[in-house]
């Protein structure tokens, strides 16, 4: 990943399965946009609070939208959260997703609240005893949770995203990952090429990396681009629709 390379133009992706665009939305930023903060190790290599911001263009140009993401240390533990909204032609998104986890990022509870137009999701996750369980937040009474086995550390989508920080800061590509965003996801990334990027009127040296999230009956790719930077940060997410390519973009970080 050191030196640059010559890009190869990827495959576009299928359409058969293809997720909605609410979805892809919420999926992208929750998978890639971490390295934000430091490359330390462990405890240091995220800030007790931490607060990071993207903005999110319509294929037109015209901003849509935003997401936000908050990291607090419950020292042991800890508490991420992400919300997304945006208003798209014919759908309003209104998305927030909270995850707790151990000291090692292992995930012990995540929950889901989706608005897409009029479709609704309430969901938890639970991590327990090596089984993940699945609950209805609306309709808690209404037959019994979906429970999966998992590993001894899984991960909800939140924890892994912050989990990889380490391996995107050391520069190293992750190998194939499943994280748990309701159904599980299998991500996979490969390194393209490194490049230049404006961002905020600034050039930056940025690695370009090429990313698939496949579910149970879904499949996306898209393109993230992380900064040369010692922290790695998330500069860039672009995702092609058949509306055009949208984009999400590191926005300067707000005051507390």
Known sequence: MAGQTTATRPSAPSKRGRLPIGAVLALTLIAFASGSVSAQERDSAIAQFEHLEYTITWPSGLPVGKAEFRARDLD?????????????????????FVSWTDAGM??????????HGAKRVHESLR????E?????????????????????????????LYFLR?????????????????????VRMEFV?????????ARQLAD?????????????AFTVYFGRDSAHTLLLVRADFEEGPFSMQLAEEEDE
Not at 193 to 201: A, C, D, Q, S, Y
Not at 208 to 220: D, F, K, L
Request: charged share 30%.
């Open 166 to 186: 380490r391996d995107l800061a050391a520069g190293r590509i992750p190998p194939p990952s499943d994280v748990y965003f309701g159904a599980g996801y299998r």
């Open 132 to 160: 993940l369980e699945r609950s209805n937040m609306e309709a808690p009474g209404r037959g019994p949770p979906g429970r999966t086995p998992i590993g001894e550390c899984a991960r909800d989508a939140l924890a892994h």
């Open 193 to 201: 090429r490194t490049r230049w990027l404006t961002i905020g009127g």
């Open 106 to 115: 292992c995930s012990r509870a995540f929950e889901k609240h989706v608005r």
């Open 76 to 96: 042991p533990g800890w508490r991420l959260e992400m919300t997304l909204r945006a208003s798209l032609p014919q759908i309003e998104i209104d998305d927030a």
């Open 127 to 130: 991590f327990a005893d090596g």
């Open 208 to 220: 370009e990396i090429r990313t698939v999230v496949r579910g149970p009956a879904s499949e996306h």
